[in-house]
């Protein structure tokens, strides 16, 4: 078992930043991958950002060059930093941990992030 747990979201306003925490803790073998979905009001989940234990990084093209994600290896901990936020970035935003040779996957309990004026 791999018990997820956020924190970091809120409110704020277009072109503000935040930094979202995931904090991970249990059965987490030295490969694996930590990954920030989202998901909007009446759409799908998508993928926001993710980072595997290697160091590799990939973004969806709607947040490159806005949110950085990075790993704490040793704290096994992803964060999500979010620069110049706009409104359609406002959803609940959940963390997800795979270990890399097992197929179960785990969910953290999501955060709202909410852009507005």
């Known amino acids: 078992q791999v018990q997820l747990v956020e924190s970091g979201g809120g409110l704020v306003q277009p072109g503000g930043s935040l930094r979202l925490s995931c904090a991970a803790s249990?059965?987490?073998?030295?490969?694996?991958?930590m990954e920030w979905y989202r998901q909007a009001p009446g759409k799908q989940r998508e993928l926001v950002a993710t980072?595997?234990?290697?160091?590799?990084?990939n973004y969806a093209d709607s947040v490159k060059g806005r949110f950085t994600i990075s790993r704490d290896n040793a704290k096994n901990t992803v964060y999500l930093q979010m620069n110049s936020l706009k409104p359609e970035d406002t959803a609940v935003y959940y963390c997800?941990?795979?270990?890399?040779?097992?197929?179960?996957?785990?969910w953290g309990q999501g955060t709202q992030v909410t852009v507005s004026s």
């Open positions: 980072a595997t234990s290697s160091g590799t990084t």
């Open positions: 249990g059965r987490i073998f030295s490969m694996n991958v």
């Open positions: 997800r941990f795979k270990n890399i040779l097992y197929t179960r996957e785990y």
